[in-house]
């Protein structure tokens, strides 16, 4: 049962930093040797995991190879291999060492038209080569306004995973980011994460049974050090996908911190 320290439940905790289209191959370079220094220096029970962009995936694999860092790509293409210019699939992130795999980010459903159907497809393909998914669902502003942002975010999950072989519940992670919190510097409050947290938990059941509450759902949007222990304190929040402020190492290795604290 959840007494406030939820490491010692057995549960995961992740902090996940998505690094999305910054940072150049020194940039990157510089950002894992300050993280690899801060968490050398402060080793911690978190799951740490960063996601930097496609070319430097290997780079980052070999810089953090027994660092205690897990290197995630941001999306791959749902086919293992074939005529697709541009795209990259499992099986190639797997060949690189990569742990993670982001699926059905805002940014890939807004610009680039992911659907549902598709991230499910992709988590298929994570999964038979061993990758995790972190499978991304949230609600626009006007979406919340209207009270729909449970049955989007049900919808969401449902149509994702539905049909998937019951061994990827055990390996998928969920990330909750409301779409309007995400870079926005608006935060979902707590209860608000809170409450989320809880629907998702139990649509998980629904989907995956018992086994839903082995995992782990982290929360983006906007979240960081100063906002980050009273919302990761939700007894249904196992974490935070972080975008701005996973680009600054301070600010990066505070939440995680933070995350591996004994929650009040
Ligand atoms: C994200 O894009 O996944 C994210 C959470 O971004 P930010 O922290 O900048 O809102």
Same mark, same amino acid.
């Given at each position: ?7 010692? #439940?057995? @549960? ?19 950002l ?9 220096? /402060? ?12 070319? &430097?995936?290997?780079?980052?694999? /070999?810089?953090?190879?027994?660092? %205690? ?14 005529? &697709?210019? %541009?795209?990259?699939s499992? =099986? ?9 795999c ?8 807004? &610009? ?7 991230? *499910? ?8 080569? %061993?990758?995790?998914?972190?499978? #991304? ?5 006007e ?6 942002h ?18 990827v ?8 980011? =409301?779409?309007?919190?995400? *870079? ?30 082995? @995992? ?5 949007? /906007? ?16 974490? %935070? ?11 990066f290795?505070?939440?995680v ?5 004994? @929650? =009040?």
């Amino acid at each position: 049962m959840y007494d406030g320290v939820k490491h010692l #439940c057995g @549960m995961r905790t992740i902090i996940a930093g998505n690094w999305k289209m910054h940072k150049d191959k020194a940039g990157v370079a510089d950002l894992i040797t300050r993280l690899v220094a801060g968490v050398r220096s /402060s080793p911690t029970r978190v799951e740490v995991v960063i996601a930097p962009a496609f070319p &430097f995936l290997g780079m980052a694999v /070999s810089m953090s190879f027994g660092e %205690g860092l897990h290197v995630a790509a941001q999306n791959c293409h749902e086919e293992p291999d074939g005529a &697709f210019t %541009g795209e990259v699939s499992a =099986p190639m992130l797997k060949s690189v060492g990569i742990s993670h795999c982001i699926v059905g980010h805002s940014e890939r459903r807004q &610009f680039f038209g992911e659907t549902d159907e598709a991230v *499910g497809r992709k988590i298929t393909a994570l999964d038979r080569v %061993g990758i995790t998914p972190v499978l #991304c669902c949230g609600e626009q502003r006007e979406e919340r306004e209207n009270g729909r942002h449970f049955d989007v975010v049900a919808t969401q999950l449902h149509t994702a995973l539905a049909g998937q072989d019951p061994k990827v519940f055990a390996r998928t992670v969920i990330a909750y980011e =409301p779409v309007w919190a995400i *870079g926005t510097g608006l935060t979902a409050s707590a209860g608000q994460a809170q409450e989320m947290h809880a629907f998702i938990r139990s649509e998980l059941v629904k989907i995956a049974g018992e086994g839903a509450h082995e @995992m782990p759902i982290l929360y983006g949007g /906007s979240c960081k050090p100063d906002n980050a222990a009273e919302i990761l304190a939700g007894p249904d929040v196992n974490g %935070g996908l972080i975008g701005g402020a996973s680009l600054d190492p301070a600010s990066f290795l505070e939440i995680v911190r933070i995350a591996d604290a004994p @929650m =009040p």
